[in-house]
């Protein structure tokens, strides 16, 4: 694949579809983001953030999703070879080989480390694009929920690729760990940016079937979140559904609400799925979170 004149430094949109991303609303976070040399994603998921703002001197996106893991990890050490992948499956997407990578090959999605890592990868990006919003959540009592729901997904590879590759560029010397975040503090100082995106706190209290993510929070992982937030030397700005529950949880910290709308989160009414409606935009409000001035 031909070397990549791009500057690094400049926004790229992620290229997944991810439940709660931050790609459409990114340039809105800008004004917060403090001076630092060192970035943390701890939460990665899309990592929309990551790929909006400059690279700092050393950055790091972290997801305990596996797949998540092993997709960042091949598009940053082994493009050519997942180009390869890619185009290997360059036809029109089907419910054969989603329900293979889906069902027959779920065992892939849940290895560690680096084991069957493009394989892995290639299953991750194609269920990724290939289901609605991006929701790649397996739940073996409702396989029915994860289905091959936007075939267009999958179609113009190598105009994919040809993003992939400013993706990858900004990929270089960064770090990708699949891990809680609450190891991604370690070594964190004054200087260091964590950017943190948790599950959402309603998905906590809500019904198992609004599910987002297959790595995702009960109630006390919020609050086992905000202590570790709370004991880190860092900058650290979060990013959470707004509630009373999560403002009591950072009663000391800046709260900045935010409000947009998002897409594809909520499922569409019976009447508008007869009409050909897939995604209903909804307006969310939101709250940034921040442990210092601006
Ligand atoms: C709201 S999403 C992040 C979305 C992301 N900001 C974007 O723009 O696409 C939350 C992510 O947290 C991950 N996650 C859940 N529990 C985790 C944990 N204990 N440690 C690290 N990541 C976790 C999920 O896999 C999911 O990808």
């Known amino acids: 694949m031909q070397e990549t004149l791009f500057d690094v430094h400049r926004p790229v949109r992620s290229p997944l579809r991810y439940p709660g991303g931050k790609t459409r609303v990114a340039r809105r976070f800008a004004p917060y983001f403090p001076e630092h040399t060192d970035y943390r994603e701890v939460f990665a998921g899309g990592a929309a953030i990551f790929f909006y703002k400059r690279k700092a001197e050393t950055n790091w996106i972290n997801d305990l999703h596996p797949g998540l893991y092993a997709f960042w990890k091949a598009v940053r ?49 194609y269920l990724n694009r290939t289901v609605w919003g991006g929701r790649v959540v397996f739940d073996p009592d409702r396989k029915s929920r994860l289905y091959f729901s936007n075939p267009e997904g999958w179609t113009r590879i190598e105009k994919k690729l040809a993003h992939l590759r400013k993706v990858s560029a900004k990929l270089q010397g960064v770090e990708i760990t699949c891990r809680d975040y609450a190891e991604c503090i370690d070594g964190a100082t004054a200087d260091t940016f964590i950017y943190a995106d948790p599950p959402y706190y309603r998905e906590s209290t809500g019904h198992a079937t609004d599910k987002l993510y297959d790595k995702s929070f009960d109630v006390g992982g919020h609050h086992r979140l905000a202590e570790v937030l709370h004991n880190c030397p860092a900058k650290v700005m979060v990013s959470y559904d707004d509630c009373d529950e999560v403002r009591e949880l950072y009663p ?26 897939k995604e209903k935009k909804v307006t969310g409000q939101e709250l940034l979170i921040l442990n210092y001035e601006m």
């Open 77 to 125: 050490d082994h493009l050519d070879e997942f180009a390869e992948l890619c185009r290997a499956e360059d036809t029109p997407g089907s419910q054969q080989r989603f329900n293979h990578w889906a069902f027959d090959q779920r065992h892939l999605m849940v290895c560690r480390g680096d084991e069957h890592l493009l394989e892995r990868a290639i299953q991750f990006y």
């Open 252 to 277: 000391d910290w800046h709260h900045e609400p935010l409000q947009w709308k998002y897409s594809g989160t909520y499922a569409v009414s019976k009447e508008d799925k007869a009409n050909g409606r």
